[in-house]
């Protein structure tokens, strides 16, 4: 049994001891707490350019949306402006108490009007999608300028007694035109922005239906309604010799206006005084003065003897932007039984500020 004890001994080998574990430490270790850090680093600053992304692309939807809300709002009021100065227009050439003068002096004041709304157009901010709908917009409000340019310089001679064919045709002419701009408005720019909006998911308000002709516009397009409108017009004679008037000057402020070159007035000036005389043989009583001021109309009246000055005195209920070029037109009407009316009106352009002396 010794034996046997002794060989076991023998054959079992004596276990040596454990081998230690291996730690990862020193620069090793400080080696993988840096990756580690590295890589929490650039998660983290992944996710924050992710979130500036989304944040930036936000803002500049945002501020997209913004400008097709505010584009559609400004050309809206613009055609719907201009589709109140139509109904003028059909209203003014229908009245029972036109004279030839008369009627082409109120045509020549809603061209004014027509004017700035042109201009208007042109200087709105214009979003890159609404580039096709500008276009249209703008030209369609051009035609109507150019159009109520040439009928109230057509007025007359479509009234007179004799040789009224070539000024009818014209006339009919600038009602196509006038035509032309409802479509170009109705069929190509409105539509074009209510696409735009409906593309970009962005809800804006209505736009106005902006015609400027009436229902009946087919009847206009015809030579027998125009011949019948304008061949229509009678010289009102008046008793008492012979009628006219002048418009002698216009002041704003102390400042008097000067038709010819840009005149500064001052800022605080809140009045416009226009002297008129009654250079006719008759006496004349409530004589219209129209001051039309970047499109907004101020009128008043006055009553002269034969050979006597007044002055009619408004007030400019807003002022233009100080600083800026406005137009300002005056109009005094024609009287009845008047037959040179070429002195009667003028267009300044004017800018508030300080006063050059």
Not at 242 to 269: C, E, K, R, Y
Not at 321 to 350: F, H, L, M, W
Request: aromatic share 4%; charged share 25%.
């Amino acid at each position: 049994m010794a034996f046997l004890d002794e060989e076991e001994q023998r054959v079992a080998a004596p276990e040596g001891p454990e081998r230690p574990r291996r730690e990862f430490r020193g620069p090793e270790r400080r080696r993988q707490q840096y990756l580690l850090r590295r890589l929490i680093a650039v998660g983290v600053g992944f996710g924050f350019v992710v979130l500036l992304v989304v944040g930036f692309r936000g803002c500049l939807e945002a501020r997209s949306d913004r400008g097709l809300r505010n584009y559609t709002q400004d050309i809206g009021t613009i055609m719907q402006e201009s589709e109140q100065r139509g109904k003028d227009f059909f209203d003014t050439i229908e009245s029972p108490d036109n004279s030839p003068v008369t009627l082409q002096n109120r045509i020549s004041s809603l061209r004014s009007a027509s004017e700035s709304l042109y201009d208007r157009a042109q200087k709105i901010g214009v979003p890159g999608q609404m580039d096709n709908a500008q276009d249209a917009a703008v030209l369609s409000l051009r035609l109507r300028r150019d159009a109520l340019d040439t009928i109230s310089q057509n007025v007359t001679s479509a009234a007179a007694r004799i040789e009224t064919a070539d000024a009818i045709t014209t006339i009919q002419d600038r009602m196509g035109s006038l035509y032309a701009s409802d479509i170009l408005w109705t069929q190509v720019a409105r539509p074009e922005i209510d696409n735009v909006l409906q593309g970009e998911q962005v809800e804006a308000q209505d736009l106005p239906a902006g015609n400027f002709m009436p229902e009946d516009a087919l009847d206009w397009l015809d030579q027998t309604k125009i011949a019948e409108v304008f061949g229509g017009l009678t010289a009102s004679d008046a008793a008492g010799g012979t009628h006219g008037l002048g418009l002698l000057q216009t002041s704003i402020g102390d400042t008097t206006l000067s038709a010819d070159s840009t005149t500064t007035v001052p800022d605080d000036s809140r009045e416009v005084q226009v002297q008129v005389q009654n250079q006719g043989e008759s006496d004349e009583a409530g004589i219209t003065v129209v001051v039309t001021i970047n499109g907004s109309e101020i009128q008043d009246t006055i009553d002269l003897q034969a050979g006597e000055s007044g002055t009619v005195k408004l007030p400019i209920e807003t002022l233009p932007q100080p600083g800026t070029e406005t137009t300002v037109e005056v109009v005094v009407e024609p009287v009845a039984g008047e037959a040179v009316s070429d002195n009667n009106q003028a267009t300044y352009t004017i800018i508030f500020g300080s006063a050059t002396g």
